[in-house]
C-alpha cells in the first residue's frame, strides 16, 4: 500500500530517537528489531550487577585475620600501619608488585589508575603505610606474565637482592595454592602441610561464601636460572575484596523475568562468590540455582553444553573463549541473545550475540566497537528500557500496518460488494484517491509513534521467525474491513433508497467511508485496550492531530465548491449527517466489541492453559 515505506522508516527513526534521550546509542538497525525478541540476557557480573568499584575488605594470613574498619586495616586493637607484622607486610609488598596500576602524588592527593581489583590491592597498602614508589624502584620490574585459560593467577619477575629474582604472585586460591610448597609463619619459613591447605581453602569458601572475590597471594625469590613457571611458591595468605551489587538490581532482574526474559550470569569469579551474589539477586527465580563452572567445559559436546546452557543461571571462572561457547550454545538452542559487556575480553562474546550490549560509559573502544547496543549511561535498567523500545517499535509497525491493509481492503470491498449485488459504483477515482491521501498517510504515520503499551513488559518475547503479519492478523483484518464495508454500503443504500443513484448516494459513502477509516486509526491502537479507554493507554496527540486535520479536510468537501465540485461530491442534509456518522461510529463499535471478546477468551485461556476452547 501507499506510505509504507515512509511508515517503516519514520517508526524506526523515532524509535531510535526515542532510544537516545534514554541513553542508549543503536549501532546497527537490526539490534532494534533483535531487541524486541531477546529470551535470554548474559549478564558480566562486574561492572553490570556490581558497582565495579572493589574494596579490601580482610587479609587472612595463616588464620590471623585482618578486617578493614574505617579505611584502616586492624587486627582486634591494633592499627596495621603501626604493626610490625613481618608476615602482613611482605603480602602487602606483593600486592603493590604484582600489579599493573599506576600511582601518582599531586601534592597530598594519591591517584591510582587502573583495573578496580588492582586499585584496590593498591590502596589497601598505601592505606597501611607502605610506601608503592620506594617498593617498586627497589624491586624492578622485569617480566610479566598476565593470567590465562590454562593458568588462573598473574605472576610477576622482579629484580632482587643478591643477584636473585622476587617473584610476586595473586590469582585464584586454588591455583595459586596448588603451586606452593612453603609457608611463610612468624617471619620464618617452613613446609606448607595439609592442614595449612585445609585452613586456607576453608577460609577461601567462607569468604566466597559471602559474595567476596578472593585473591591467594605467593611469593618465592629464585636464582636467575631457575624458570618462573616452575619455581616452587611460598603462600602468603589471602586477600577479600568486596564489589557492591547495585541496589537496584534484585528489582531489576525480577522486571526482566516478568518480561520473559531470562537471566545468565557470566563471571570470572569462583562458583562459592557467584552463588552469593546470584542468591541476593535471585537469579534462578526462585527456582533452585543452577551453577557450572566452566573449567569443567572443556571438551563438552556442542550439543551437551546447549543443553547445560539451557538449565544453567550461572557460569563460573568464565574465559573469553568460555562466553563465546555459551552464546553460541544458547543460539543453537534457538535462543535471542543479548550479552552485555565491557572489556576487551567481551568482544568475541558481544560480537557474536544476536544483541551485543557495551556498557558503554567507559573507555572500551572495542567492547563498543563490536556491539550493537551501547549504553551511556551504565545502567542495567536502560537495557530495560531498551527491549520495551523495541517491542514498542515493532509493534507500531505492525499497527501501521493493520491499518493500513484493513482500510484499503475496505476500499476494495466496497466496490466490488457494489458490484455484486448490482448497485452503481459508490466511489469516484477522484474520491479513492482523497481517501487513500487523507486517511492513509497521516494516522499511519502517526501509529508509528504510539506510545508504549502499559504491558509491554508482561508480554513474551515475539518469535523471531513469525512474520510480521500472521494469517491470524490477514483475517482479523479482512473482517474489520469488512465490517466497514458493510456500514458503508448501508449508508449508500440509504442515499439509494432517498436520492436515487447520482452524485448525493455516493457522497454520502464517500464520506461515511472516510470517517470510518479516520476512527479505525483509533482501535488500531492496540489490540487489546479499547479505543478511547480512558487510563488504558498514554495518549497519542500526533493520531488525535492526524484525525483531527483529516476531518477538517474531509469537512471542506462539502462545504468548498471548488473541491467539491472535484470530488464530484454535493451537500449533505442533518439526517444524511446522521446517516453518516451512524456509519462511521457503527464498524467502530462493532469491531471493539469483537476485539473485547478476544481479548477476554485471550486471558480465560491464559488462566486455564489446559482449556481445549
Known amino acids: 500500500p501507499e506510505g509504507l515505506p515512509a511508515v517503516a522508516t519514520t517508526t524506526l527513526a523515532l524509535g531510535i530517537k526515542r532510544m537516545g534521550q534514554q541513553r542508549v546509542a543503536i549501532r546497527k538497525l537490526g539490534a532494534v528489531e533483535a531487541l524486541g ?4 540476557l548474559c549478564l558480566d557480573k562486574t561492572g553490570t550487577l556490581t558497582e565495579n568499584r572493589m574494596t579490601v575488605t580482610s587479609v587472612i594470613i595463616s588464620g590471623d585475620s585482618f578486617s578493614l574498619q574505617d579505611g584502616v586495616l586492624t587486627n582486634g586493637a591494633t592499627n596495621l600501619a603501626d604493626s610490625a607484622d613481618p608476615d602482613l607486610n611482605r603480602l602487602l609488598r606483593m600486592l603493590v608488585l604484582c600489579n599493573e596500576s599506576t600511582v601518582e602524588k599531586r601534592g597530598d592527593e594519591i591517584r591510582i589508575e587502573g583495573s578496580p581489583t588492582e586499585s584496590a590491592l593498591v590502596q589497601v597498602a598505601i592505606d597501611a603505610g607502605l610506601d608503592v614508589a620506594a617498593i617498586r624502584r627497589r624491586y624492578i620490574n622485569l617480566e610479566t606474565i598476565h593470567r590465562s585459560e590454562s593458568r588462573h593467577f598473574m605472576l610477576t619477575v622482579h629484580r632482587g637482592v643478591a643477584g636473585r629474582r622476587q617473584l610476586a604472585v595473586k590469582g585464584s586460591p586454588a591455583a595459586v595454592l596448588d603451586r606452593c610448597r612453603w609457608i611463610r609463619r612468624s617471619g620464618r619459613r617452613r613446609p606448607l602441610r595439609d592442614q595449612d591447605r ?120 568464565v574465559t ?23 572489556g576487551i575480553n567481551d568482544g568475541p562474546a558481544l560480537k557474536a550475540a544476536d544483541v551485543g550490549i557495551a556498557m558503554g560509559s567507559g573507555q572500551q573502544d572495542v567492547a563498543r ?4 547496543v551501547v549504553i551511556q549511561d551504565d545502567e542495567l535498567a536502560t537495557v530495560l528500557h531498551a527491549v520495551a523500545q523495541g517491542r514498542t517499535i515493532y509493534s507500531n509497525i505492525r499497527k501501521a500496518l493493520h491499518f493500513l491493509l484493513s482500510t484499503n481492503f475496505s476500499e476494495i470491498e466496497v466496490m466490488l460488494a457494489a458490484l455484486a449485488l448490482g448497485m452503481p459504483q ?33 508480554r513474551p518475547p515475539r518469535d523471531p521467525a513469525e512474520p ?39 457522497t454520502i459513502a464517500f464520506n461515511t467511508l472516510t470517517c470510518a477509516q479516520l476512527l479505525h486509526a483509533f ?66 463499535a462493532v469491531n471493539e466489541f469483537l476485539k473485547r471478546r478476544r481479548t477476554k477468551k485471550g486471558r480465560s485461556r491464559q488462566r486455564d492453559p489446559g482449556d481445549p476452547s
Open 198 to 317: 585445609q585452613t586456607a581453602i576453608r577460609e577461601n569458601e567462607r569468604l566466597a561464601a559471602l559474595g567476596m572475590r578472593v585473591l591467594g597471594i605467593a611469593q618465592a625469590s629464585i636464582s636467575p636460572e631457575v624458570s618462573p613457571e616452575e619455581a616452587e611458591l611460598e603462600w602468603l595468605g589471602l586477600v577479600a575484596m568486596a564489589d557492591p551489587i547495585r541496589p537496584e538490581m534484585k528489582s531489576l532482574i525480577s522486571e526482566l523475568h516478568r518480561a520473559g526474559i531470562a537471566t545468565v550470569m557470566i563471571t570470572g569469579d569462583q562458583p562459592a562468590t557467584a552463588r552469593a551474589v546470584a542468591r541476593q539477586l535471585d537469579l534462578s527465580g526462585g527456582r533452585p540455582l543452577k551453577i557450572l563452572d566452566s573449567t569443567d567445559l572443556k571438551g563438552v559436546d556442542p550439543e551437551l553444553l546447549g543443553g547445560l546452557a539451557q538449565e544453567t543461571h550461572v557460569f563460573a571462572r
Open 37 to 40: 525478541a531477546i529470551d535470554v
Open 468 to 506: 510480521i503479519l500472521t494469517a491470524g492478523h490477514l483475517r482479523l483484518m479482512t473482517g474489520e474491513s469488512a465490517v466497514i464495508t458493510a456500514g458503508t454500503l448501508s449508508a449508500f443504500t440509504y442515499g439509494l433508497a432517498r436520492y436515487g443513484a447520482g452524485a448525493r448516494a455516493g
Open 523 to 588: 482501535s488500531c491502537r492496540s489490540d487489546e485496550h479499547a479505543a478511547f479507554g480512558i487510563g488504558s493507554k498514554a495518549e497519542n496527540r500526533w493520531l488525535t492531530l492526524a484525525a483531527g486535520g483529516a476531518l477538517a479536510a474531509q469537512a471542506s468537501t462539502l462545504v468548498f465548491p471548488p473541491l467539491r465540485r472535484l470530488l464530484g461530491g454535493t451537500g449533505v442534509s442533518l439526517i444524511d449527517t446522521a446517516v453518516i456518522g451512524a456509519g462511521a461510529v457503527g464498524p467502530l
Open 426 to 458: 459508490p466511489l469516484s477515482a477522484m474520491q479513492l484517491l482523497w481517501i487513500n491521501l487523507v486517511t492513509d498517510i497521516f494516522p499511519g504515520l502517526a501509529l508509528a509513534v504510539e506510545p508504549a503499551e502499559p504491558e509491554v513488559l508482561s
Open 320 to 342: 573469553p573463549t568460555h562466553k563465546l561457547e555459551i552464546v553460541q550454545a544458547l543460539q543453537n538452542r534457538g535462543r535471542v541473545v543479548g550479552m552485555t559487556g565491557d
Open 369 to 372: 566497537s563490536v556491539s550493537d
